[in-house]
């Protein structure tokens, strides 16, 4: 890799800071270390997801995260055992320790973030370094124009590189040569793997609803029954056969829930009490989450319960969509702003805004061809972030295996 006087006056800045008081970090486990950054524009929950992949692969590999804000990032969703940390500061003797302590067998640099240090001394260690998820506006890119070539010896210090997009990658090539490892990927997006169902239960149910138009609301909150409610009603004076699966969010509230739509005239059935969605069944309380594969495949649209109001708490999105069930969702995205926000731009979702409009999104997407186009970007997105993910995992699993194998003599 060529010289960079502009890296070394950085390293040799670097090597002078004082270290400061060690921090405490927890013990490093056994075996292989997996260590993954979550960098500028990178996300946490993308993260998560990819880390279980890997976790799905490679059982004993053990994983360490790392973040760059002033705490250590949140390990919610990622494998039981993860270790995060915060990364020290970029200066060798903050890095050192870190380093020494954890001593990973491969690092995963996610996002536009490039410390000189830390990628220096890296692989001085012969850490095997990935960048992936990377996208570098003009803006970036330009702001490297001034270090002549630093950012080319720092590139040239990656095993690969993954971009978001051909613009990220020409300027990549641009800064790093033309020779630089860099591939176009695409983003490491949230997504879900599809939920199990049983399929002879699938087919057995289909075959009972023949051709009855279906919708689901999962997850709906006691709060929210009363808009599912009139918006069965208002699909049924569009389409008389239409069938409402209903998923409450406490599925001990079903024989109440039962109960009180029987006294307004619907025609009911409970799914734990072993009833079926018979043809004159109206509305059918599926009271049981682990079933919820089964609804999302039979469902040609499903509402999110838990999004119309304040505080409520909804389902991933990506699991309707890595199923084909169009979305619909209110303007209270809960836990998953992400998510919903790349299935807004992928034109997979419809937005509504109140209870009343639930009733026309319903009543209009009962048209096949409407929630057919929904239904199949849902898909698109989904399994396209699932594609990218997949690619990183073989990536890093390629790259310990490569590491790992002994030098034939």
């Not at 410390?115 to 095997?128: G, Q, W």
């Not at 209903?246 to 029987?262: G, M, N, Q, T």
């Not at 303007?331 to 731009?345: I, K, Q, T």
């Not at 970007?377 to 989904?382: G, K, L, Q, R, Y």
Request: proline share 10%.
């Amino acid at each position: 890799m060529g010289r960079s006087l502009a890296l070394a006056l950085y390293l040799l800045t670097a090597s002078r800071a004082a270290p400061g008081e060690a921090p405490t970090r927890a013990p490093r486990p056994d075996g292989h270390l997996a260590w993954l950054h979550v960098g500028r524009g990178a996300n946490l929950r993308s993260l998560a997801q990819l880390t279980q992949r890997l976790q799905r692969a490679r059982p004993k590999l053990r994983h360490l995260v790392t973040g760059e804000g002033p705490t250590p990032p949140d390990l919610t969703g990622f494998p039981a055992n993860t270790r995060s940390d915060l990364l020290p500061p970029d200066r060798l003797p903050a890095l050192r320790p870190f380093l020494d302590h954890w001593r990973p067998d491969l690092a995963i640099l996610t996002g536009a973030s490039l410390p000189p240090a830390l990628i220096t001394e890296a692989a001085a260690r012969a850490i095997p370094l990935i960048l992936a998820d990377i996208r570098l506006t003009p803006q970036s890119a330009a702001a490297w124009r001034w270090r002549p070539g630093m950012a080319a010896s720092l590139l040239a210090r990656f095993t690969r590189i993954l971009a978001q997009d051909a613009e990220t990658a020409a300027r990549l090539r641009a800064l790093g040569g033309r020779r630089l490892p860099v591939d176009v990927a695409g983003r490491i997006e949230e997504t879900t793997d599809p939920l199990p169902g049983n399929e002879a239960e699938r087919a057995a149910l289909a075959d009972l609803l023949q051709t009855r138009p279906v919708w689901l609301a999962v997850a709906c909150p006691q709060a929210e029954e009363e808009a599912v409610i009139a918006a069965q009603a208002h699909a049924m004076r569009l389409a008389h056969r239409m069938l409402l699966i209903l998923v409450p969010s406490e599925p001990d509230r079903a024989p109440a829930l039962a109960e009180r739509i029987a006294r307004e005239g619907w025609i009911t059935a409970i799914r734990s009490r072993e009833e079926e969605p018979d043809p004159e069944v109206q509305v059918f309380i599926a009271d049981s989450e682990e079933e919820l594969g089964l609804w999302y495949r039979l469902a040609p649209v499903t509402f999110m319960g838990g999004t119309l109001g304040e505080g409520g708490t909804s389902r991933n999105p990506f699991e309707p969509a890595a199923l084909g069930s169009a979305i619909l969702h209110g303007p209270h995205p809960g836990p998953y702003p992400h998510a919903y926000a790349r299935l807004a731009e992928a034109r997979a979702a419809r937005r509504i805004a109140t209870p009343e409009a639930l009733a026309a999104a319903v009543g209009d997407l009962i048209a096949p061809d409407k929630a057919a186009v929904l239904a199949h970007n849902a898909w698109a997105a989904s399994s396209g972030g699932a594609e990218v993910a997949e690619r990183v995992v073989q990536l890093a699993l390629a790259t310990l295996d490569a590491r790992q194998k002994p030098e034939t003599p």
